[in-house]
């Protein structure tokens, strides 16, 4: 099986941002910080983004928002946690999702909340990647105020990166699941799915699935393709890993060798499930069928097999 390597980093990758770890229990600086004028701010809203720029034809950009505007906002309450430095500037995100409208405390002018995943970002964008980062730990910190071993109350620790349980003591760190996701080919077709949760009735993806305990990636690969589709695979090679904080997962992406051909596909997780051509994948509208969007791993392995072929 020829390798095929991934020709660009992939969207929500090529973060900027300096995390300097060593500064998170340094309460004295980081409380300087929080305070201090220029330092940089990426809100979340619901699960939002503040971006700029998302209407038909522009060009999609984070909004940072300064000291200033976020001292109103830390004053209200809401979750907070140190990200890193942006070359000299400190970067915290802030979750304001109790707020149940944002244009009193964020300017309407300055974007707007979106859903990451519904930017089009397209291609690597630093910035996305930092949004990404945000949404992602502001999600877990809201998720886990409670300790899961004896139900006692959290408290955050290390400027966001530990909620302590004020009960038992247990340090709980964030958490981001595996899951692997695959393009398995035979000659010149690759195999696609259609998830039962796909908003989008004609889109087909490679398939893809949670890493199980005690399970490498490889093995990982080969039985999520077996239980899905049936198809029986061989060689499994690495192609390049996403974060995709939707909400807490990172991508590990891969091609897989299709040793079968016969697909059975288990109807509580796809729809459908096809052997598609290069000429069909290249032509997918004149085929009735849609990609995975721009931004998603899934797109990127498509391409590059393409690219190969």
């Given at each position: 099986m020829t390798r095929i390597f991934a020709s660009r980093d992939n969207v929500y990758s090529s973060s900027p941002l300096d995390r300097i770890h060593t500064r998170r229990d340094d309460h004295a600086w980081i409380?300087?910080?929080?305070?201090?004028?220029?330092?940089?701010?990426?809100?979340?809203?619901?699960?939002?983004?503040?971006?700029?720029?998302?209407?038909?034809?522009?060009?999609?950009?984070?909004?940072?928002?300064?000291?200033?505007?976020?001292?109103?906002?830390?004053?209200?309450?809401?979750?907070?946690?140190?990200?890193?430095?942006?070359?000299?500037?400190?970067?915290?995100?802030?979750?304001?999702?109790?707020?149940?409208?944002?244009?009193?405390?964020?300017?309407?002018?300055?974007?707007?909340?979106?859903?990451?995943?519904?930017?089009?970002?397209?291609?690597?964008?630093?910035?996305?990647?930092?949004?990404?980062?945000?949404?992602?730990?502001?999600?877990?910190?809201?998720?886990?105020?409670?300790?899961?071993?004896?139900?006692?109350?959290?408290?955050?620790?290390?400027?966001?990166?530990?909620?302590?349980?004020?009960?038992?003591?247990?340090?709980?760190?964030?958490?981001?699941?595996?899951?692997?996701?695959?393009?398995?080919?035979?000659?010149?077709?690759?195999?696609?799915?259609?998830?039962?949760?796909?908003p989008r009735g004609t889109m087909y993806s490679t398939l893809a699935g949670f890493v199980e305990p005690g399970e490498t990636l490889e093995e990982a690969v080969r039985r999520e393709v077996l239980e899905e589709s049936a198809v029986v695979c061989g060689a499994v090679h690495y192609h390049s890993s996403q974060p995709w904080p939707f909400p807490g997962n990172v991508m590990l992406g891969f091609y897989a060798e299709g040793l079968t051909e016969d697909i059975v596909f288990d109807t509580e997780e796809l729809k459908d499930a096809r052997w598609f051509s290069r000429d069909e994948m290249r032509n997918c509208d004149k085929h009735g069928f849609q990609l995975p969007r721009a931004d998603s791993i899934a797109r990127r392995l498509i391409e590059d097999w393409l690219a190969a072929g």
């Open positions: 409380a300087e910080k929080l305070d201090h004028p220029e330092t940089l701010f990426v809100p979340v809203w619901r699960s939002r983004n503040l971006v700029r720029g998302t209407e038909p034809g522009a060009v999609p950009e984070a909004v940072y928002i300064d000291g200033d505007t976020a001292a109103a906002l830390r004053a209200t309450g809401g979750n907070w946690a140190f990200l890193g430095m942006l070359e000299d500037k400190p970067v915290f995100g802030i979750d304001i999702s109790h707020h149940e409208d944002t244009a009193p405390i964020v300017p309407t002018d300055l974007g707007t909340f979106t859903d990451l995943r519904s930017v089009g970002w397209g291609e690597p964008r630093p910035e996305a990647s930092v949004l990404a980062h945000a949404r992602g730990l502001l999600h877990w910190r809201t998720r886990h105020q409670f300790c899961g071993i004896c139900g006692g109350k959290c408290e955050s620790k290390s400027s966001g990166h530990v909620m302590r349980c004020t009960a038992c003591n247990t340090d709980h760190f964030p958490r981001t699941d595996p899951a692997v996701i695959m393009l398995v080919h035979r000659g010149d077709k690759a195999l696609l799915g259609h998830s039962t949760r796909f």
